[in-house]
């Protein structure tokens, strides 16, 4: 038992030193700026298509399976 203790804890002492030391700094762009991106790109898009699917139980959502086209001008298909 001693000895798979002892493993644990080299285990676990490689493992966590073998992180970096330095900062890992990533940028994210501005708030503003990416709503207005993906506005921007939102544009460009015309049509969507959707398919869900439910599996398994779920007593409160009444849906089992949708799948429908949605376009920009308020049309839509499905089933």
Not at 40 to 45: E, F, L
């Given at each position: 038992m001693r000895l798979v203790a002892?493993?644990?804890?080299?285990?676990?002492?490689?493992?966590t030193s073998c992180t970096t030391t330095q900062e890992q700094k990533t940028t994210l762009p501005q708030g503003t700026a990416l709503l207005a991106d993906s506005?921007?790109?939102?544009?460009?898009?015309?049509?969507?298509?959707?398919a869900v699917n439910i599996q398994g139980?779920?007593?409160?959502?009444q849906l089992r399976s949708?799948?429908?086209r949605l376009t920009r001008e308020g049309s839509a298909q499905g089933t």
């Open positions: 002892l493993f644990a804890v080299l285990i676990i002492a490689l493992v506005a921007k790109a939102m544009r460009a898009v015309t049509t969507t298509h959707f139980n779920a007593p409160t959502v949708a799948d429908g």
